[in-house]
């Protein structure tokens, strides 16, 4: 059985830091990108980040780029997103979410998301 479970939200003032981490399980992730999404009340959910496992190649949203960074630990399976300088308009439930590489947009697998506040 398949899982992706985050950790590390939590509340944090504005300016500060928060590292998201998101153990995969059950299956071989090697030819797998691994995307961090959040969605925010009343939102839809969007894209935060991406990272392909096999060429560790990665990809931001222009409103987290230069503050975000996505990264990977294959012996440990798990994905992080470092977040720094954080702003309230962060505030969002963050997802982990994996996908074949060959898939455009369909992701297979999704955790249960960890909430992260940011106050002003």
């Known amino acids: 059985q398949v899982q992706l479970v985050e950790s590390g939200g939590g509340l944090v003032q504005a300016g500060g830091s928060l590292r998201l981490s998101c153990a995969a399980s059950g299956r071989t992730f090697s030819n797998y990108d691994m995307s961090w999404f959040r969605q925010a009340p009343g939102k839809e959910r969007e894209f935060v980040a991406r990272?392909?496992?096999?060429?560790?190649?990665?990809y931001y949203a222009d409103s987290v780029k230069g503050r975000f960074t996505i990264s990977g630990d294959n012996a440990k399976n798990t994905v992080y997103l470092q977040m720094n300088s954080l702003k309230p308009e962060d505030t969002a439930v963050y997802y982990c979410?994996?996908?074949?590489?060959?898939?455009?947009?369909?992701?297979?697998?999704w955790g249960q998301g960890t909430q992260v506040t940011v106050s002003s």
């Open positions: 990272i392909r496992w096999s060429a560790g190649s990665t």
């Open positions: 979410a994996a996908k074949p590489e060959i898939a455009y947009n369909r992701y297979d697998y």
